[in-house]
């Protein structure tokens, strides 16, 4: 049984009030399945990269436990490249560069060795491609987690729909959610994006926390005040990436392990930001990444006796 | 022993996307008090009206335990008066109409019957009138706990600066915290502002909850995702009333009863803002705040084990 994340496996070049970094490895699902990997063992990639994309990024997967047999390489051709710039409060940037290079055709293939697929992580990519992915796999995962934007809302809605209606989660952020809905309340919004499919959706929003819904009931989960945010870039990755991870973990799916795996991906996430790119993914403690949910744990407990 | 609370008692205009209202009564000492008055029994308040106030209004007061000996009456003047319209997001608004009238030359005059105070709600005023009622207290407050504005940054911020060093606990908005430290980081804010005097601060995010910090715990309170907000007047002051009231009520100050006031305070809030100024704070069962306070509890409970 496995856990598979499929994403942009990319190069960024990203300035902050902090600082400016050259091209650096970044993408969906290395930050993604670099969070997973913390919690479960048998993390798979499906991906794209072009005869640029360094080996050493490759071997810091494996390293990681990360199985890359579905990362293709395609070679005479050049990685996805994003660069973008923020603004000084952290929540806004402006993209500076998008050269999609090998996501432009990318057809995800699906080693036969994944077809042991438990658990599904799409990230952001077309609906297309996240709906094949779906259906090139002969039994269908126990779990599907989907990310998305609101670009695929712009110009690709039903497709988006159609993807939507296939997955159990749908992790967005608090403006996607809006957009997706036409609802400004965010309990209205749920409801109706539950209406579409998923039975959970998670909102993300940002230093606000996040947010997750089903049926009848609603999570809220703090995110961690930090003096600095360094680098924002790859945070909702990192985030979904620790969230399935943990639910591979532990193996059951219910609302109150969900609200763990919420947690869980939190506390990546925060650390993510710490430093440039996966940087701060690459090497955590277990004594750091529990110390870390302690601190989340402190953050939120409260006791009223009825 | 007494919980004071001084602030404006006022006519409103309000207009929402769900309707429109003639003057109503409002004003954040009528809002503060009416919440106080759930959790605690000898709540009085300092405010000045003028004739047009309605008798039906103090009556209100009184039917709720509420002390109004120290609400001035201005013959010949008329009320504070302040008209707005909200916007379709609910979460920013235009101000139509702010008329001063009897808060212009408002001198907060303190009964005797009121020197037996023991917790002090000082409401959003001039910084010179809050700082006049700590002076006119003879023993100084076990607890005082300030609200304020952006407005008194831009036009008087030594007149505040002095006042926020005389109290306990700062009570404001993310937008506040960020204007009176200079710092965009909540957490940066925070140990600025706690450094300015006050031993504990609460930053105000509206729907996205509330943080309390002390010198070295924070503490993450949820706000209660709705599906409509009717009409968000009066929720900061509602807020800030359960949250005194709900320590007058416990009588014993440290961080853990703190974290409780700010989940009493936003339960209150939650309840203000379900219908037209101050009508849904009138008449609430002790089993509505009850249920009220376990859908917080629900909503943010999760249980890791180590």
């Known amino acids: 049984m496995s856990l598979i994340i499929i994403g942009s496996v990319a190069f960024d070049a990203i300035e902050t009030p902090f600082g400016k970094t050259d091209k650096i490895v970044g993408g969906a699902a290395t930050y993604a399945?670099?969070?997973a990997s913390y919690f479960y063992k048998n993390t798979k990639i499906v991906g794209v990269v072009g005869d640029d994309f360094p080996k050493e990024a490759i071997d810091t997967f494996t390293e990681?436990?990360?199985?890359?047999?579905?990362?293709?390489?395609?070679?005479?051709?050049?990685?996805?490249?994003?660069?973008?710039?923020?603004?000084?409060?952290?929540?806004?940037?402006?993209?500076?560069?998008?050269?999609?290079?090998?996501?432009?055709?990318?057809?995800?293939?699906?080693?036969?060795?994944?077809?042991?697929?438990?658990?599904?992580?799409?990230?952001?990519?077309?609906?297309?491609?996240?709906q094949t992915v779906i259906n090139r796999l002969k039994n269908r995962p126990k779990l599907i987690v989907m990310d998305t934007m609101n670009f695929w809302m712009d110009i690709m809605m039903d497709d988006l729909l159609k993807t939507i209606k296939m997955v159990d989660v749908l992790a967005i952020n608090d403006a996607e959610a809006r957009q997706l809905s036409g609802?400004?309340?965010?309990?209205?919004?749920?409801?109706?994006?539950?209406?579409?499919?998923?039975?959970?959706?998670?909102?993300?929003?940002?230093?606000?926390?996040?947010?997750?819904?089903?049926?009848?009931?609603?999570?809220?989960?703090?995110?961690?005040?930090?003096?600095?945010?360094?680098?924002?870039?790859?945070?909702?990755?990192?985030?979904?990436?620790?969230?399935i991870g943990y639910l591979a973990k532990v193996g059951?799916?219910?609302?109150?392990?969900?609200?763990?795996?919420?947690?869980?991906?939190?506390?990546?996430?925060?650390?993510?930001?710490?430093?440039?790119?996966?940087?701060?993914?690459l090497n955590l403690t277990d004594k750091e990444v529990a110390d870390r949910i302690n601190q989340f744990v402190n953050l939120s407990a409260f006791t009223i006796e009825a």
């Open 252 to 281: 059951t799916i219910n609302f109150n392990n969900m609200k763990n795996a919420i947690i869980y991906g939190s506390a990546l996430a925060s650390f993510c930001v710490e430093k440039f790119g996966n940087e701060r993914l």
């Open 64 to 130: 990681h436990g990360i199985n890359t047999e579905g990362l293709q390489i395609k070679a005479g051709e050049k990685s996805f490249f994003w660069s973008g710039k923020y603004h000084n409060d952290m929540n806004s940037r402006d993209t500076l560069v998008t050269e999609l290079n090998v996501l432009e055709n990318f057809d995800p293939i699906i080693p036969d060795s994944y077809q042991d697929c438990e658990y599904l992580m799409l990230g952001n990519l077309t609906p297309i491609v996240q």
């Open 33 to 35: 399945s670099l969070a």
């Open 183 to 243: 609802e400004y309340s965010l309990v209205k919004a749920a409801k109706k994006i539950l209406a579409m499919g998923p039975k959970y959706l998670i909102i993300k929003k940002g230093e606000h926390g996040a947010l997750l819904f089903n049926e009848d009931q609603i999570f809220s989960a703090p995110a961690l005040p930090l003096a600095e945010v360094f680098d924002p870039t790859g945070a909702g990755d990192t985030f979904a990436g620790g969230f």
